[in-house]
């Protein structure tokens, strides 16, 4: 990276939680996806990250902050929202509309019109944070889709440095995104950024199809894989720059001796059985419904593999207060509790169902222990748990059942078993094919697998996206 300014982050939620302790609440860090590609992100530069925290005003959190500013490089920069933004701008906008829209399913959207005014006058206050920290020389890189407003107000406050934007989930076709009622207003605020970037190609594509439909006024401009869009007199640089994990560190910390060992325990405690394993937030894009039905067809029709394989389900909590999530929740339990009825035995439980978040350690022993992964969700931006179990396969080698509705798919075509998960019978042979895989093509499968994630780690995305902040077009 060229520039010598500060590196501002931006988030809907800053990379900690608060939580209670013995003597009053204290601070942890969290554990999101984002979260987890950005850390190390800041270990090396010195910067802000500006985000919620989750709560209200408080001076207890607010002296909390204050603590951790004083022991770090990166400094922690609080937008406090009330409870009625919290409801239209996180609840209501956020995941009431753009979060099922950019996920194919607009029969989930509520398209209340005080949703928008919340999300409106939220990205202000984002914008604020930012105009309150950023110098001409800094490099602001806004995150995801509950910030898509937030690059304008910057602008409308007269801040000049440099602004990129990186949208985390998927970018909707045309006949999807054409629902959205402030269609236009999104898109046009867009181009108050030097850089727009998004996980795939496709993402890239289905957003120039709704700029050419709803902004004719501007002007695109392709150069390979890059596109520069000229809007007024600013231009912004499209492009496709897929997000990675820190490869380096799964990997190392999945051969730590205490990890080893607790993957042994976990084989052993299959009683020979092959392990297949879902890591998921608790969504209804993440097609563990879907996955549960085909595991078990795979039961119904294949007789022989009953009692030869088990299911490890991992689901983390999430967004619980929103009824769809809850009614989501009992569906999986449901699921659960009738595959168990019909196939289980007193030697042998079909499915193990985990509803609760788990340390890294033993995350990373499920991981490596696990003999088959599957990964299927009906549409995702990246998945970057795909690229977890391979970072830590580094025993014995396993399979990667993939999506191909992953953004993750382009990059790990080769090696993975893609699936639709849509289609319960075809889920349910990729699952027998994996349990068949011998040995030789899982280990080859594997190192392609590997290859191709250590290549396009967290930091080859940073540095290829700030590299882009700092000399791709702008202002004319």
């Not at 942890?28 to 090396?44: F, N």
């Not at 030789?440 to 996206?465: H, I, S």
Request: net charge neutral; proline share 5%; aromatic share 10%.
């Amino acid at each position: 990276m060229k520039s010598s300014g500060d590196l501002i982050l931006v988030s809907n939620r800053l990379p900690t939680t608060i939580e209670a302790g013995p003597d009053g609440p204290v601070l942890k860090g969290s554990s999101g996806g984002l979260v987890t590609a950005l850390r190390p992100v800041l270990k090396a530069r010195k910067g802000y990250w500006i985000g919620w925290t989750g709560k209200g005003h408080d001076s207890e959190i607010d002296r909390l902050l204050a603590k951790s500013n004083a022991e770090s490089e990166c400094k922690l920069i609080p937008v406090w929202l009330t409870q009625a933004e919290q409801k239209g701008f996180y609840a209501g906008f956020s995941n009431e509309i753009v979060w099922p829209l950019f996920h194919d399913l607009q029969s989930q959207c509520n398209f209340d019109p005080t949703y928008w005014r919340a999300y409106v006058t939220v990205n202000g206050k984002f914008a604020d944070a930012v105009a309150q920290v950023a110098k001409k020389d800094s490099l602001v890189w806004i995150h995801d889709y509950h910030l898509m407003m937030t690059g304008d107000f910057v602008r409308k406050r007269g801040v000049r440095c440099r602004l990129g934007f990186f949208l985390h989930i998927p970018f909707p076709p045309l006949d999807i995104f054409e629902k959205l009622p402030w269609r236009s207003e999104i898109l046009r605020a867009l181009f108050q950024f030097d850089v727009v970037g998004f996980q795939t190609p496709r993402d890239q594509r289905n957003f120039l199809g709704c700029v050419r439909r709803f902004l004719p006024d501007v002007e695109l401009r392709r150069n390979d894989e890059e596109v520069d869009a000229r809007a007024g007199n600013r231009t912004t640089l499209i492009r496709a720059i897929p997000i990675g994990i820190d490869f380096d560190e799964f990997s190392s910390h999945a051969q730590q001796p205490e990890i080893v060992e607790r993957a042994a325990e976990i084989r052993r405690d299959m009683l020979g059985r092959q392990m297949m394993l879902g890591v998921d937030r608790l969504d209804y894009t993440k097609g563990i419904p879907e996955r549960l039905k085909a595991f078990r067809h795979l039961l119904e029709s294949r007789r022989q593999m009953r009692r030869q394989i088990t299911l490890v389900q991992l689901v983390v909590p999430s967004r619980e207060a929103i009824p769809k999530y809850q009614e989501l929740k009992l569906e999986i339990e449901k699921l659960v509790s009738q595959i168990n009825g019909q196939f289980g035995d007193p030697g042998w439980m079909p499915v193990h169902y985990i509803h609760r978040a788990l340390e890294r350690p033993e995350l990373l022993a499920l991981y490596s222990a696990a003999d088959i992964a599957l990964i299927t969700p009906l549409k995702d931006g990246m998945n970057l748990v795909s690229k977890e179990f391979c970072a830590a396969q580094v025993g014995e080698p396993g399979v990667l059942v993939l999506s191909e509705f992953a953004g993750s798919a382009d990059q790990l075509e080769n090696g993975a078993i893609l699936v639709n998960p849509y289609d319960i019978e075809s889920m349910a042979e990729a699952m027998h094919s994996a349990y068949r895989m011998p040995r030789e093509e899982r280990a080859t499968r594997m190192q392609k697998l590997r290859r191709r994630v250590r290549k396009g780690d967290v930091f080859r995305w940073c540095d290829e996206f700030c590299s882009y902040l700092e000399c791709g077009p702008g202002s004319g």
